[in-house]
């Protein structure tokens, strides 16, 4: 398969926070790996994550505002659609 993201993203680990509904719906997630235009997340039953929401990760200090790109049953790929990504890496 090809690749066809801009930059390389970095494996991690981190425990994530997606919110949406004005913050008042949360699914907590894992960030497989990460770079300053997307992400990988997971967690269970991705056919209730919107197209777009917010995705805080506490280890970084940080959110970012995403939207979905692709989903499977328990991973999704997110495009972070803010700047903030580049101050934070």
Same mark, same amino acid.
């Given at each position: 398969?090809?690749?066809?993201?801009?930059?390389?993203? !970095?494996?991690?680990? =981190? +425990? /994530?926070?997606?919110? #949406?509904?004005?913050?008042?719906?949360? =699914?907590?997630?894992? *960030?497989?790996?990460?770079? %300053?235009? /997307? !992400?990988? %997340?997971?967690?269970?039953?991705? !056919?209730?994550?919107?197209?777009? #929401?917010?995705?805080?990760? @506490?280890?970084?200090? @940080?959110? #970012?505002? @995403?939207?979905? *790109?692709?989903?499977?049953? &328990?991973? !999704? +790929? %997110?495009?972070?659609? &803010? &700047?903030? @990504?580049? &101050? *934070?890496?």
């Amino acid at each position: 398969m090809r690749e066809r993201r801009k930059t390389l993203r !970095a494996r991690t680990i =981190l +425990g /994530g926070v997606i919110s #949406f509904n004005k913050r008042r719906s949360t =699914l907590d997630c894992n *960030v497989r790996n990460f770079s %300053v235009y /997307g !992400a990988r %997340v997971e967690f269970t039953n991705t !056919a209730i994550l919107p197209d777009e #929401f917010d995705l805080t990760i @506490a280890r970084k200090e @940080a959110t #970012f505002r @995403a939207r979905t *790109v692709w989903r499977s049953e &328990d991973t !999704a +790929g %997110v495009a972070l659609t &803010d &700047d903030q @990504a580049s &101050d *934070v890496i």
